[in-house]
């Protein structure tokens, strides 16, 4: 594995070496752009050269390179919503390469009408299928609930995901589950970002820079899931001034802090920085006396969210991040069931702009460790256990448009897994596993085309597994309104998820590795590998039907050709006599397997329309799902599969200064799928073995289930309304009072329903919420 990984780092600087003598010709201008009263980068934002076609948007560091320069003066101009415009002369001769800092300042009135050029112009020279990109600005567009905006609120209402409602925070992203959508922040994997109240995530959004959803066919960079990949970044911490902000609710608290170690000096020179975050819920506490209605025992959810960043800057514009974080959630159903998970771990990662070569080093290295554990009723715990590193180092070289970007990533994890099925045979797993990934992808720009070949090449030591991933992203800019788009690409995963096979909701989802000693055939044809493996293929269109409108329309297919699945029909241990062909008490493996092996596919349609101008923001998603399963005996619906998903998110800011600020989120939901309670018996436990005698032994009440997930539950829908003001305080602070109220009408939505009882659990039911937050 050393010699593997000694080698291609060996052929990776090779190839970035002889990239600038093949590639170097004319000028180059990079840098970064800051917010000058921060120093905070400015990402998205334009940068070129006035009256030329040479230009290019920065990256999520701020970063930017306009390259192929010819020789001559121009003027380099910054423009970005909400800033006054920047203008800088620069000289160009020969193959310079000049690095710039720039910093821009706010502007006293917002242009709307830059903000959409720059928009405009980015959706034109960036293929963007099936990627969402989100800051804090748009999340905080939604009602705040808990006095809070939060990623996990915003997530609900994107196109082609499905949240199982309020009391749940599982996330599934057009067809694949939790296990299948991989989550990074700043380069680290976090395996399990929600909590279980579905109204909130582990990450402080007033933290967070950018968060790039994609949401399937997605490029060679990222891998090691088959459904979608959710890539966050944190802000760097203010580089000027201690700065921060406090906030409390109805539902928890929240403290940030920021501030310089070494301060910002825009004439030259390094930085430092860092930023602090706390949050947490007291909602079990104070539901007792606020929401006793609901529940006179309080409502069940606790958590605890710190993530920490140290920024160290150098004088051109290269850093080093260091970060560590703690996560944790409790959620204790009485008389149902218990259920909580710890998460914690740390890292670093680094940007480096070398000398004269114009080329962007990244890379990264991080830690984590993930522990759940579930207790429901009478049934054996369920516990799982994940910890591990994740490295990564990649290359991006600029070529004018086009741009060629290539690395490799390795990670190493450890699984112990403990879980019993619906008939009481216990599956244990303790396993280590080490993957290794390179990956290439250009990105060519030719007149209206734009087309981003890419190849990841894969492979899974524990199973001694290859899998060569080639993908493929293309957009055709038809006119000034309309764009034609698609993306594909193979990809795989080890990585698989149990849960309990008759929950209507499941909160409980345990990592482990792939097995190897899965079934020799499938659906009468040899298996030959032992990964999860899928296809994907979107097809879409862009249209800018008014100066401040957006449609975007994409039809997709995932083929989910090889999935693993706890076997929820297992009732013979593997062993003699049962797995020998020639002993009469041979069975198949269906019955004696841990892990049988699945295909499936999900198909759909999503359709968004936003309309944005500086008061209003309105937001309209229809999604059309359909998700299958096949496990060789009996083809099924998973318990997400939403036929119909239709969200409306509408905000208007008024008063002076518009300081005034409403919010509303309507959304509705076709029925999850569940399976039913066809009868009741007595269900003998045979105690004394042949010897049991059935007419005075007293048994328990065994359940008759239906055909496994052909109901479906009612129809899910909800309104939550919220008002905010804003009031200044001095030069820098400002005082935030917000109320929202959830499920206005107070719709009573199925959560859970107890098989023996009857008895129904809802979710969240009307729940007014009031929260203050200061800025300083």
Known sequence: MKKFLG????????????????????????????????????????????????????????????????????????????????REKVSIKGSTVLTKKLFIEKAAFNLDAVQITAEREEARSDTRTSVIKLTPKQISRIPTIGGQPDLAQYLQVLPGVIFTGDQGGQLYIRGGSP???KVILDGMIVYNPFHSIGLFS?????????ADIFTGGFNAQHGGRISSVMDLTTRDGNKKRIAGKAGASTFGAKLMVEGPIKKQNESGGGSASFIISAKNSYLKETSKFLYEYIDSAGLPFNYTDVYGKVSINGGNGSKVNLYGFNFNDKVDYTGLASYNWK?????MNFLVIPGNNPVLLEGNFAYSTYKINMEEG???????????????????YFLGKDEIKYGIEMLGFKTIFDFTNSVGRSIDQTENTTELAGFIKYKMARGKVLFEPGLRLQYYASLANFSPEPRLAFKYNLSEKVRLKMAAGLYSQNLISATSDRDVVNLFYGFLSGPDNLQETFNGKEVKHKLQKAEHIIAGVELDPLPSMTVNMEVYYKNFSQLTNVNRNKVFPDEDPYNNPSDPNYKSDYYRKDFVIEQGNANGFDV?????????????????????????????????????NVNLVGSYRFGEELMWEFNARWNLGSGFPFTQTQGEYEKLNFEQGAGTSYIISNGDLGVLYGEYNKARLPYYHRLDLSLMRRFRIGEEGMLEINLSVTNIYNRENIFYVNRITGERVYQLPLMPSFGLSMSF
């Open 7 to 86: 080698f291609a780092l060996v052929v990776l600087w090779s190839f970035q070496l002889q990239l600038p003598a093949v590639y170097a010709q004319n000028g180059t201008i990079r840098g970064f752009v800051y917010e000058k009263e921060t120093g905070e980068p400015i990402i998205f934002t334009n940068v070129y050269l006035f009256r030329t076609s040479y230009g290019a948007a920065t990256d999520v560091n701020g970063y930017f390179t306009i390259s192929k320069i010819p020789d001559g003066e121009y003027t380099l101009m910054v423009t970005y919503l909400g800033y006054d415009t920047l």
């Open 179 to 181: 296990i299948q959508n």
């Open 202 to 210: 582990v990450f402080d959004t007033d933290i967070l820079r950018n």
């Open 343 to 347: 998460s914690s771990g740390g890292g």
């Open 378 to 396: 009478s049934l054996p715990t369920r516990s799982s256990t994940i910890n591990g590193f994740n490295l990564g180092l990649g290359f991006t």
């Open 608 to 644: 968004s329309v936003k309309y944005e101008k500086r008061k209003i923001y309105l937001w309209a998603v229809y999604s059309l799902a359909y998700v299958n399963r096949n496990d060789d005996s009996i083809s099924y619906v998973p318990h997400y599969d939403r036929r119909h």
